[in-house]
């Protein structure tokens, strides 16, 4: 049987938050195991936002290191960083053709993104989606796990692939979302119905990766509740309930057993156990991930050989549809 391949990245604009971890990096990990996996650190994405050019290479070093720390290992997957594969941009010109500007401008994230940085609607912005379906329709790909938010770009992902391969012929495999769904999408700590996110301008409204064990535990403790006192997952109490689905993961244990571990418990009691669970499990990744960015060399060749690897499958994608475009072969 064809082995089936797997795709994921985040965009390194920010500090990564818990719900970036939790409904996207830590779902990668056991794929790792019988899957052929490409992790990218998003850079040409995140520039669709004005950046600091320093800071952006110094993030995007970082993102590889984190991933390291979180359990992505080296030798079972293929880590690089987006920008390193000219082929992400050279596909992305291809579906352009195929992409209409009405469906482009439909799209949330786009929405969203114009008005939060309406100085700078640029090209780039509503091009968004494609580059993101560039980089996973490259690899022949079968499986993209991401949180809620990402839906519509892979339907839009799909749409494109199939797009290509009725007008063409079959050249891409259409992916599927491999989304968790407790897990999809983690509520912000002081609004529970609203996605937490790494560009909140409320830095107590998110858990950052980067956070130190006061901080979180601080966080927790303010984190919006209801007036009910009782400790059960329900769409009527999002607030319980982000902080049921956030221990549950990093306890590793299932929702229903959350509820039960916490009954007859007050809120207060509820809080403190998600700071320290949280805590206790941020601070290997913490500590690893500040060791690996002692060793710049070695991220830096790891990412080299990433992206080595990663061509050699890019470009035979790239090849095909550029052949069957009718791209004159140099
Ligand atoms: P980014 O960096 O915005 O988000 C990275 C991943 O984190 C997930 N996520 C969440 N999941 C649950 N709860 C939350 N509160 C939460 N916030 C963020 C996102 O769904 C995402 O999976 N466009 C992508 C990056 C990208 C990509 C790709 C992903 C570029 N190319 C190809 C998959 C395949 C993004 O928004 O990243």
């Known amino acids: 049987m064809e082995e089936k391949t797997v795709y994921s990245a985040v965009q390194p604009s920010g500090d990564l938050t818990i719900g970036n971890y939790i409904g996207s990096i ?8 019988s899957y052929t996996c490409y992790f990218a650190v998003a850079d040409l994405h995140s520039i669709t936002v004005r950046q600091d050019p320093a800071l952006l290479r110094e993030r995007t070093l970082s993102l590889a290191a984190l991933y390291l720390a979180c359990g992505v290992d080296p030798e079972k997957t293929t ?11 050279q596909l992305c010109w291809a579906l352009n053709t195929i992409a209409y500007v009405g469906e482009m401008e439909r799209m949330t994230q ?3 993104k114009s008005q939060k940085h309406a100085d700078n609607i640029n090209m780039g912005l509503m091009d968004y989606p494609v580059l993101m379906a560039s980089d996973i329709l490259l690899y022949q790909t079968d499986l993209v796990p991401v949180g809620q938010d990402q839906t519509q770009h892979l ?16 050249t891409f495999r259409v992916p599927k979302a491999h ?8 509520c912000s700590l002081l609004e529970p119905t609203k996605k937490m996110s790494k560009s909140d301008e409320n ?9 130190p064990r006061d901080v979180i535990l601080k966080k927790f403790k303010r984190a919006v509740t209801d007036s009910d006192n009782t400790i059960r997952y329900a769409e009527e109490k999002p607030g319980v309930s982000n902080l049921l689905a956030i221990y549950s993961v990093f306890r590793g244990c299932t929702i229903a057993e959350a509820e039960k571990s916490f009954e ?16 206790d499990a941020l601070e290997p990744i913490q500590r690893e991930q500040q060791r690996l960015l002692g060793e710049r060399e070695y991220l830096l060749s790891l990412l080299k050989k990433g992206a080595e690897n990663a061509r050699e499958r890019a470009e035979k994608t790239l090849i095909s549809v550029y052949e069957k475009i009718g791209l004159l072969r140099g």
């Open 26 to 33: 830590r779902n990668w990990l056991p794929l790792q195991e």
């Open 79 to 89: 880590l690089y960083v987006q920008s390193h594969v000219p082929e992400h941009a």
């Open 110 to 112: 786009f929405k969203d």
């Open 155 to 170: 339907e839009i992902c799909r749409d494109l692939a199939i797009r290509f391969n009725n007008r063409y012929g079959e």
């Open 179 to 186: 989304i968790i769904k407790e897990r999809a999408k983690i």
């Open 203 to 211: 830095p107590n409204a998110s858990i950052f990766l980067t956070d």
């Open 264 to 279: 007859g418990c007050g809120y207060g009691t509820l809080k403190t156990a998600v700071g320290e669970t949280v805590a």
